[in-house]
């Protein structure tokens, strides 16, 4: 919820799915168009969720959109070779986050 609380104020409408995976892949497949402005972040270390399966999930089902690895492995490349156009490493900085929401919404 601290990444709902910076951005919310900084740059965009916020949809928190912690409820579990399903629910935010239905939320991001009801939008409208890929440059909706939807940024789908993923907190990669949540031991009940499987980030990657997520992300894979969305792409396979036709998710046009940016999605976002929050993560606390540095390894960037890894993330985007695997389904996700960005990451963010662990502990998240607040300017940081805004900046990468700000770079993918319209």
Known sequence: HLFKAVVRGAVAEVHC?????????EFALAQP???SGLVVLIDMNIGQFDG???????????F???IVALTS??????YV????????????QPNA???LVEKYSP
């Open 73 to 78: 492995d540095r390894n960037r490349q890894s």
């Open 97 to 99: 986050l805004i900046a």
């Open 17 to 25: 799915s912690a409820a579990g995976e399903k629910e935010g892949i």
């Open 52 to 62: 990657h399966r997520t992300a894979r999930d969305l792409r396979e089902r036709r």
């Open 81 to 92: 070779d695997a389904d996700f156009d960005d990451h963010l490493c662990k502990p998240i």
């Open 33 to 35: 168009t890929p440059d």
């Open 64 to 66: 046009y959109g940016p």
